[in-house]
């Protein structure tokens, strides 16, 4: 199947509200895998949030998955169900994500790893990760590997292809990120040829801004179904949004939000409100991934770990002065009742 028409994009996106919520990961959970693994996954927590977000106007929440979850009986659906059915109980409808090039490189099943004091996203994990991506480009994947990764796909994508509790589908998320380079195409085409192969009933996006290298953005614009991006910096939200509307297709940004760099709800919703373009802040509450904190901290990540600075269960999570990412805090407060304000006015 070939992707949707414009009229079919556009008549879709007409048929939905003004779409704005936020990247999702429980406060519980340090990443994707810890999110849905059958020992932490932490169901009160996840409803408890889902409904943080619900109260602020949030009818959309962007929710990463991970191929391992799947290829490794861990019941990834009986889970994902749950959190579906709390999602439309409180009008939320996901965008879910299957791939992901983001921070490390190496993930693997099981205990994952304790959070490093003040690091940003010190245990987030790439899927399918840079070694998988590598050896598929180089040819030394093996036939039970791909096997494996096309299984992931359309396993899921058949699975909820007829599923109105989800919104829509983000199939890799920045290809090309965090040192795996223009390797990540020969993937992205898969995941691509996989996904039309199932031809699900929700759009199917794979980000422009946000992925690596010209190919690469290429392949996803020529593919995507509702165009979708990532700007976290002042000077860049509108001129990118004036750019990608003469795509003639809706857009959404599913990235944005730093306070460092004024990307702040005050300034960036009012001009996706103007442009009628859906928006996904990263992150709700300042958790185990800590994205509260600046991504300059990552550098600090190595040193950090070699001097055994964790964060141990029952610890307080620390804070920065001002929040990079991130809403409330985990008992409910807000970093900034005024932001957590104009949100509701905005979006009432």
Known sequence: MNKW????????YEDQKWIVGCNFLPSSAINQLEMFQDDTFDLETIKTEITWASDIGFNSLRIYLHDLLWSNNNNLTSKLNLVLDFCASKGIKPILVLFDDCHRAYPKLGKQPKPVKGVHNSGWKQSPGMKVVHDLFDGSLSKKELSDLKAYVQGVLEFYAEDKRILMWDLYNEPGQFGVGKKSIKLLERTWEWAREINPSQPLTSCLDGSVGDEIIQLNQENSDVITFHTYEKDQLEPTIKRLKETNRPIICTEYMAREFGTTFQFSLPIFQKY???????????GKSQTHFGWETIMNLHNLKEKGEFIEEGDNIPEPEVWFHDIFRKDGTAFNEEEINFIKNILS
């Open 5 to 12: 028409s414009e009229e079919k994009a556009n008549s879709w």
């Open 276 to 286: 009628n373009v859906g928006c996904y802040n990263w992150g709700l509450v300042a």
